[in-house]
Every structure is written in structure tokens, then in C-alpha cells.
């Protein structure tokens, strides 16, 4: 479901608040470069942007949703509205061109048009320079609206004509709260929202079953090393090294197993409500009682460790052995 201004103002509150007063004033730019890594609002954004600058009820900055204009726009099919995106692995000088003869008509339904350029550092040399042309000759009730993960691949002179406004990281409570809302399990939102700050791939992760596996292997790998010591290894050899069969899996199984030894020590700090690992809260407080903040300090490290080694093609068995000989020590 779509939010609205005012919801995303919790996420990015400096853009929110900047766009949001700019429509009460009537007073939007002509060209905005949105920046900010995969996953943080920009295109949502602008899909509000240009429903607020069309709409035809609009209820102090935020659009209504209902009218015409705002559904069109919602569908994709406004005859005001174009969005650029790559065709393969660029933006060709074809695609800027044919944007351009489209706005040297009048718009189809008012004197409004807007055209958002999504991945607008994938432009070739070419169609950055045609874009420039356009953009130096703003025409009036025009909006252009370029959206980048990479703004420093942007030319210059199109950033000098661009009102730039960067998209921070999401927190990890604002993308556990998105997937709770979206009916994900709590203990699996909380997870889920530590291993990424994009949310469209921390909703897909949490709908992975290979995913929710690797958790409950990770878990048992905790129940063996706290409860059973001495079986780790054979833990490794039987159940982990098929399961977490590639670099991506292995160094997410070594996430999954660190977020737990950080529980432990919240525990320790008094920090229950920070426990990621909430469904098995009591098993990580007995563990608590049983060893000191420095043993649980050296683990995580050692599991840190284990991480950089992994990237430097140590061989991933013989790499697990060895941390689950260091973790069950103490």
C-alpha cells in the first residue's frame, strides 16, 4: 500500500518537510535529483510529488487519492505524467529526444507536465547533454523529477539545475514497523530489518523460506554451542556446510549467529527490549547469568572475524570449525 506524505515524513523528515512546504506555498522547483541508496522512498516520493502537483482535491499538501488524476497516476497512465527508465543497461539519447517532441506539445489535460527519470546516472554522455538543453529552458508548470542511487555520476551542470534532496538510510524500526504492519512475524521483521536498509528486499527476505530455515539452523547451532559443547563441530559437518552452501548464505548465516551473542549481551546491559531474538528471550537470559560481558565480547568479535576471513577465501568449513571451538570455549 502506497503511504502518504505524512507517513514517509517519519522515514525521511528533512525531504518531507522541504517538498510538503514548497506545495502549500505553490512554489515546487522545476527539476529535483532524489538520492539515496536502493530501497529508501525516492520513486514513492515522487509518485506523491506528482500526485499533489495534479490533484484535483488536494487536501492542504497531501493529494486525495480519489480523484481522477491521482488514480491515473497511481496506475501508471497519466497522459501528463512520463517515467524514463533504462532500456538494458542505459538511458539512450533516443529515449530524452522522444521526452522532449512529448512536452513541446501542451499537455493533454492541463498546461501541468511531469516526467521522472528514474536511474538517472545510467544516462549515456549523449541524452545527459540532450537532458541539459531541456532542463536550461525549464517551461512553465514543468516538473522533472531525476532519481539516482549514485549522484555522483550525475553531470555537473545537471546537478547545478537540479534541487538536490538526499534519502537517508531507513532505521531498522522503521523497516520492522513496515513489515509488521504488513503482517510479518515480529521475530522475523526485527531480523530481517538488521540485515538490510532496503525495504522491497527486507519484505522479500522475510518471505524466503530459505531464510526462515537458516534462522532455525542458526538457533540450534546456539542451543549445541551453549547446551551441548563439544558437538558443534559435527553440527558443522552434518547440518551447516550444505545448508550455507555459498559466500552470500555463509556470511548471512555468520549475521544471524552474531545478532544473537549481541542479544545476549543486551541482556547483560539491561537492554531486553532490544533483543532481536525475542522468541527466545529466556534461553539467551539464562545464558546471560551463565558468562561474563567480556566472554560474550570476545565472541562477537571472533564471529566478526570469521566474517572478514570468509572474504579472504579462507575455506568456509574449516573456517566454521574453528569459530565454534573458539565460541564454545568459556
Not at 85 to 111: M, T
Not at 170 to 189: F, N, V
Not at 245 to 265: A, H, M, S
Amino acid at each position: 500500500m502506497t503511504k502518504s506524505l505524512s507517513e514517509f515524513s517519519s522515514y525521511q523528515p528533512r525531504v518531507i518537510k522541504l517538498l510538503t512546504n514548497s506545495i502549500r506555498k505553490d512554489r515546487l522547483a522545476h527539476a529535483y535529483l532524489f538520492e539515496g541508496k536502493k530501497g529508501t522512498g525516492k520513486r514513492e516520493v515522487g509518485v506523491l510529488l506528482a500526485k499533489s502537483f495534479f490533484c484535483e482535491n488536494l487536501q492542504n499538501y497531501e493529494p486525495c487519492d480519489n480523484c481522477r488524476n491521482c488514480k491515473r497516476i497511481e496506475s501508471g497512465n497519466h497522459p501528463d505524467v512520463h517515467v524514463v527508465e533504462p532500456d538494458g543497461l542505459s538511458i539512450k539519447k533516443g529515449q530524452i529526444q522522444a521526452l522532449q517532441e512529448e512536452f513541446s506539445k501542451s499537455g493533454v489535460e492541463s498546461n501541468k507536465k511531469l516526467y521522472m527519470i528514474v536511474h538517472a546516472d545510467k544516462m549515456t554522455v549523449n541524452a545527459a547533454n540532450s537532458l541539459l538543453k531541456f532542463l536550461e529552458e525549464p517551461n512553465a508548470n514543468t516538473i522533472a523529477i531525476l532519481i539516482t542511487e549514485q549522484y555522483h555520476k550525475i553531470l555537473n551542470t545537471i546537478l547545478s539545475r537540479c534541487q538536490l534532496l538526499s534519502f537517508q538510510p531507513l532505521q531498522p524500526k522503521a523497516i520492522e514497523q513496515t513489515l509488521t504492519d504488513s503482517g510479518i512475524a515480529p521475530h522475523i521483521a526485527s531480523l530481517v530489518a538488521q540485515l538490510t536498509n532496503d525495504t522491497e528486499a527486507a519484505f522479500n527476505l522475510s518471505k524466503d523460506d530459505w531464510f526462515a530455515q537458516a534462522r532455525l539452523k542458526v538457533i540450534k547451532l546456539y542451543e549445541v554451542l551453549t547446551t551441548r559443547k563439544g558437538q558443534a563441530p559435527l553440527y558443522i559437518h552434518t547440518e551447516w556446510v550444505n545448508y550455507f552452501n555459498d559466500k552470500e548464505k555463509q556470511e548471512t548465516g555468520l549475521d544471524l549467529l552474531l545478532y544473537i551473542y549481541k542479544d545476549v549481551l543486551s541482556v547483560q546491559l539491561g537492554n531486553d527490549e532490544q533483543v532481536i531474538y525475542q522468541d527466545i528471550i529466556q534461553q539467551i537470559k539464562q545464558h546471560a547469568l551463565q558468562i561474563t560481558q567480556r566472554s560474550v565480547t570476545e565472541k562477537v568479535t571472533s564471529i566478526l572475524e570469521a566474517k572478514k576471513r570468509l572474504h579472504a577465501n579462507v575455506n568456509p568449513q574449516l573456517l566454521m570449525e574453528q569459530l565454534v571451538l573458539t565460541l564454545q570455549e568459556g
